[in-house]
């Protein structure tokens, strides 16, 4: 079966494959996990950093920590910024072909090296809201994601090749 992923230019769709590549482990030990925006959870992060910086420098006794949190919040906004130029860069790829067969998923890209995850290699294949997640069993391969718009053709194949025991539905969860 072969599925046009028409990801190009789609924000929330890069936002979410962002969160999960970030927190692989968190998704292998539960795949039941709620994506969120990685941009938010940033600043969420520099937002209480900097309460925790300034409420520090009131306190004489814990001014030490000021200087602790002046650095993590340094971080965090230096991963905000890389994060929201990755995305732009993302958001720059051509869409993909996704090809699924009796021996596994593999993600076409034009001009560029294709990836393939065979069937006994894959851990969970998780719907979320905006993306569906082909999530590997370790690092040696690479995660494969489609545009939540395939989720019917993608049940499709696992039902046709007896793979829907792999399969993790989270799109209830944001509803």
Not at 13 to 41: A, C, D, G, Q, W
Not at 59 to 69: D, R
Request: proline content about 2%; overall charge positive; charged content about 25%.
């Amino acid at each position: 079966m072969i599925i046009e992923n028409h990801e190009k230019e789609n924000k929330k769709y890069y936002e979410e494959i962002m969160y999960i590549s970030s927190n692989y482990y968190i998704f292998k030990k539960n795949p039941k996990t709620r994506v969120h925006s990685l941009n938010k959870v940033f600043l969420l992060y520099i937002i209480f950093f900097l309460i925790l910086f300034f409420a520090s420098l009131w306190i004489p006794q814990i001014i030490i920590l000021s200087g602790v949190t002046f650095i993590l919040c340094v971080i965090y906004i230096y991963l905000f910024v890389e994060t929201n130029y990755k995305l732009r860069e993302y958001r720059k790829h051509n869409n993909s072909t996704i090809k699924i067969d009796k021996t596994g998923i593999e993600n076409i890209e034009e001009n560029q090296v294709s990836s393939k995850l065979f069937w006994d290699a894959i851990e969970y294949i998780i719907i979320n809201k905006h993306s569906i997640c082909f999530l590997p069993k370790n690092f040696a391969h690479f995660a494969i994601f489609i545009e939540i718009s395939a989720k019917d053709k993608v049940y499709e194949a696992l039902k046709k090749y007896d793979k829907l025991n792999l399969l993790i539905d989270n799109s209830n969860k944001y509803k």
